[in-house]
């Protein structure tokens, strides 16, 4: 009997999501189509799980200074302020101060793709700025009904998630994101390998540096599989990447030793941690509470040269 019952709750989602992503790829032919109806899958658990005044979409991130970024699969932004004069073609932009979160999704992460796609598109997110340097927001609080609070504005947040990878080594991942030649600005702010129940984040995101990347391995515990009363220990196996059965459900020991033993990887904890972390870093990031958007049509783009930038865009 499983003791967590939201654990349970999201154990019953990621089921539900993988049955759907392994359906759509053993029947979907082409790459491209099978890697945007992934992202239409995870796009629906995510837009149940973070506050109704987010919404999700895909496009194209700018800014008020020319930057743009790559295409992004799933875009987090604030649909309360987000002026609908940017949706008017098949490619949507979204001005950067209105995103929270910029998400990468992959049918299958490897090497390659992790250096030419993630990193590179995490780096175009990373130039974008936005028309002030600082926000000042009041936060009153039951002795002061005036208390401001000034933020310094920062780029959206850069996410990773990948279904499944070409390594089931986490060891080996960590290795391969701090090889990057371009460590701050490549680097996403969290990601989660899936099938290797494996997370990256950094606690504080204004400090992203290799010392500060950490890295987590979800374990199935005791606690998860028996009744309460049960302690909080981790289950390992003798044996790397072996299968496991634990109340009607497969799970796999790591590649990777913990000491002289492996793991037993758990995904749907690793999964709930994920949306966690994503609801909590929506909620700290420093946000515009309107949208100006005059000032995308400054001096630098009169005369019609920011909706020339704009068809440049579409047409890339």
């Known amino acids: 009997m499983v003791n967590n019952i939201l654990q349970t ?46 919404s999700i979409g895909s496009g194209i991130v700018i800014d008020s200074f020319g ?10 932004y604030d649909s309360h302020i987000y002026p609908n004069l940017f949706s008017q073609s098949s490619t949507t932009l979204f001005p950067v101060e209105t995103v929270i979160a910029c998400i990468e999704v992959k049918t299958l992460l490897n090497g390659t793709n992790l250096k030419e796609e993630v990193f590179e598109n995490t780096k175009s997110i990373r130039q974008l700025k936005h028309y002030v340097d600082q926000i000042t927001i009041n936060k009153p609080d039951a002795d002061n009904p005036v208390h401001c609070v000034t933020y310094q504005t920062m780029p959206p947040l850069s996410v990773l998630f990948a279904f499944r990878v070409d390594s089931q080594d986490p060891i080996t991942w960590k290795n391969r994101f701090c090889d990057c030649h371009d460590f701050q600005e490549c ?17 504080n995101v204004s400090n992203k540096t290799k010392e500060q990347f950490e890295s987590l391995t979800f374990q199935v515990r005791e606690c998860d599989v028996k009744c309460n009363g049960s ?3 981790a289950i390992f196996n003798s044996e790397p990447e072996q299968m496991l059965t634990i ?11 913990l000491g002289e033993i492996y793991p037993v990887l758990m995904p749907e904890r690793a999964f709930l941690n994920f949306l966690i972390l994503l609801n909590k870093a929506l909620d700290v990031y420093p946000k515009h509470s309107v949208f100006e958007p005059e000032k995308y049509l400054d001096d630098k783009y009169a005369h019609g040269l920011y909706f020339d930038k704009i068809q440049q865009v579409i047409k890339k």
């Open 67 to 76: 930057n743009k970024s790559k295409q992004i699969d799933l875009i987090v």
């Open 9 to 54: 709750y999201y154990l019953g989602v990621l089921k539900r999501l993988r049955a759907e992503v392994d359906l759509l790829n053993q029947i979907i032919p082409h790459a491209v189509t099978k890697g945007s109806e992934n992202e239409e899958s995870l796009k629906n658990v995510i837009k149940n799980f973070i506050p109704h005044k987010y």
């Open 231 to 233: 302690v909080d220990v």
């Open 187 to 203: 680097t996403p702010d969290i990601s989660l390998l899936l099938d290797i129940a494996t997370g990256f984040k950094f606690p």
């Open 247 to 257: 109340d009607q459900n497969i799970y796999k020991s790591s590649k990777s030793k």
